[in-house]
């Protein structure tokens, strides 16, 4: 059964970096979309990135293009969010998920069967 452990959160200035890591066990991700989701208090959760199954597709919300990345490494079946030029709003438990499927990937929460248990981000001065 797969299972996903996200890590890497932290306090950060405004302009800094962190780098999240999504760490899957019991079965390999090669199959999966995953996406990267994020919760602040008072919000519902919320898309961020995902990345397609053979990570040639990724999509980024309006918000965080160009300063987060998001890649996969499928030999050590973690999947990374690199995110620089951290501000106040990007505050928030960012959480991983797991989608069964051939193609591309989505901002559909409810099409991922697996979460993780977040980490969170804390951007302030």
């Known amino acids: 059964q797969l299972q996903l452990v996200e890590s890497g959160g932290g306090l950060v200035h405004p302009g800094g970096s962190l780098r999240l890591s999504c760490a899957a066990s019991?079965?390999?991700?090669?199959?999966?979309?995953m996406g990267w989701f994020r919760q602040a208090p008072g919000e519902e959760r919320g898309g961020v990135s995902c990345?397609?199954?053979?990570?040639?597709?990724?999509y980024y919300k309006e918000f965080v293009k160009d300063r987060f990345t998001v890649s996969r490494d499928d030999t050590k079946n973690i999947v990374y969010l690199q995110m620089n030029s951290l501000e106040p709003e990007d505050t928030a438990v960012y959480y991983c998920?797991?989608?069964?499927?051939?193609?591309?990937?989505?901002?559909?929460?409810?099409?991922?069967?697996?979460w993780g248990q977040g980490t969170q981000v804390s951007v302030s001065s």
């Open positions: 019991g079965v390999t991700l090669d199959a999966y979309a």
């Open positions: 998920g797991a989608e069964l499927r051939v193609l591309g990937c989505t901002w559909n929460d409810w099409a991922y069967e697996t």
């Open positions: 990345i397609s199954p053979r990570g040639d597709i990724t």
